[in-house]
């Protein structure tokens, strides 16, 4: 009885193992990677501190408080440690501790990229569809135009561009910054989220202002998640609605939404899965132009402040963040294939 019924617990905890594994080893190799890009950078960290008129006692003094006068390995030991108790060092630039800092600018991030990529998945998942199926067509020439359009496009000129036509001449939306100069610090932050603190808040003047800031920015991330999105769909239908299957459904007299929608797309599901989780990440990972144009506090604008600052401990800790985002996603993407793929449990 021992042995059957440890068979079946391990057969249940074997991929749980498995997948907790594998996110430790990748978290320790980005973490790795983290540490000696720090330490290899042109960079001074002591003199980032205490400044270069310092004495040498002073200089002393630092260096062996940072322990930079130990092994490689002990200070890598040591930095894996502070990070598992989230602690990223302080930070050079406003003297706050690094992990508050991106508590405190990180939302402002997933805001603009979750509004990004809904826009993205909302019109780019239907616009690819409708170009395979209407493939050779104007309508999948001009899908196909809008989508080479969105990669080729530096998405600060389109900013710039952006910024010009519907806040300077149309005055359609808002400027820069995630609200008004009078609604900043209006609404408490309980979220870190604007607009839904706003609306928690029941503040609607406030959630009208933050809308209007973030809906140019957030449209053109979500175009340029379009793209990539439409152009994904449209190759994954064309392989589905080549297939023997769907000529087969035809035949027998099914209608063409139950063919695209209820046989080809429900194909493609998966494979659209890792497209979006992709997406999003990149939109939260590379959203550092349109946040430095459009003012945008987020984690984009302040790593490229640290890093024009050398406060190396800043760059560090964002770049962890990141990183671990992009595995957090890639987890995700593994939950939701079982769920649409029963192959894959």
Do not use: C
């Not at 617990?9 to 193992?17: E, F």
């Not at 004495?55 to 092994?71: H, M």
């Not at 939306?173 to 900043?184: D, T």
């Not at 946040?291 to 964002?318: C, H, K, Q, R």
């Amino acid at each position: 009885m021992r042995a059957p019924l440890f068979n079946r617990l391990w057969s249940i905890l074997k991929p749980v193992l498995s997948t907790l594994g594998s996110i430790a080893i990748t978290l320790l190799g980005l973490l790795f990677v983290t540490f000696i890009i720090g330490r290899i950078m042109p960079i001074d960290p002591v003199l980032s501190i205490v400044g270069e008129r310092a004495s040498q006692a002073s200089y002393d003094a630092v260096y062996l408080k940072l322990g930079l006068d130990k092994p490689l390995l002990v200070q890598f030991l040591y930095y894996l440690w502070d990070v598992i108790h989230f602690d990223f060092g302080t930070s050079l630039l406003n003297a706050r501790p690094v992990a508050e800092d991106i508590a405190r600018v990180f939302p402002a991030t997933l805001e603009l990229a979750t509004i990004g990529i809904i826009f993205g998945i909302v019109l780019g998942v239907p616009l690819g569809v409708l170009a395979a199926v209407n493939k050779g067509t104007w309508i999948d020439q001009v899908a196909r135009v809008l989508a080479l359009v969105g990669y080729s496009m530096p998405i600060f000129w389109l900013g710039l561009i952006g910024l010009l036509i519907f806040y300077g001449i149309l005055g359609w939306v808002g400027g820069p910054g995630r609200v008004g100069i009078f609604y900043i610090d209006v609404v408490p932050s309980v979220t870190g989220l604007i607009l839904v603190d706003s609306i928690l808040d029941g503040n609607w003047d406030v959630f009208k202002d933050a809308f209007s800031h973030i809906i140019l920015p957030a449209s053109l991330l979500g175009y340029y998640s379009l793209a990539y999105i439409s152009r994904m769909t449209r190759s994954f239908m064309l392989e589905q609605l080549s297939a023997e299957y769907v000529t087969t459904a035809r035949v027998k007299g099914m209608s063409e939404w139950d063919v695209v929608w209820k046989h080809a797309f429900k194909n493609i599901r998966v494979q659209l899965i890792t497209v979006i989780a992709l997406s999003y990440a990149g939109l939260l990972e590379g959203s550092v132009l349109t946040e430095i144009i459009f003012s945008w506090p987020g984690i984009g604008s302040y790593i490229t402040t640290a890093l024009l600052s050398a406060d190396m401990n800043a760059v560090m800790g964002g770049t962890v963040v990141v990183g671990l985002i992009f595995i957090l996603l890639n987890i995700f993407s593994d939950l939701l294939y079982k769920i649409f793929d029963p192959r894959a449990k």
